[in-house]
């Protein structure tokens, strides 16, 4: 995982990138890891999704009620291992900026 790359550079994809990268991760993540961060940063995700994704995301995270900052970290560092494979693998439309590094 490029240390680069954050949770915040999940709001640069595109609606079928965001699905590819939530498709590889455990729902209880996406949860834990949308639930920690800030609503500006959840707004702009979840924006990107279909309006009923979107809806059905917002209100389990409701649910779910506060998420611990230990666990919500963990979700957004996975989200971001699963953004960083996809891009190398060209599977996602995300330049790693590790990647277009020179030696």
């Known amino acids: 995982m490029s240390d680069l790359v954050h ?17 590889q991760v455990d729902d209880l993540d996406i949860l834990d890891a949308l639930a920690g961060s800030s609503p500006h940063m959840r707004h702009q995700i979840l924006t990107k999704l279909p309006h009923a994704s979107a809806a059905r995301l917002e209100a389990e ?3 779910r009620g506060p998420v611990g900052i230990l666990p ?3 979700a957004q560092r996975n989200l ?22 020179v030696a």
């Open 61 to 63: 995270i409701v649910g």
């Open 7 to 23: 949770f915040e550079d999940l709001a640069q994809l595109d609606g079928g990138d965001l699905k590819a990268v939530f498709g």
């Open 72 to 74: 919500a970290q963990a």
């Open 80 to 101: 971001v291992e699963v953004l960083c494979r996809l891009s190398r693998g060209g599977q996602v439309a995300f330049d790693d900026p590790a990647d277009l590094m």
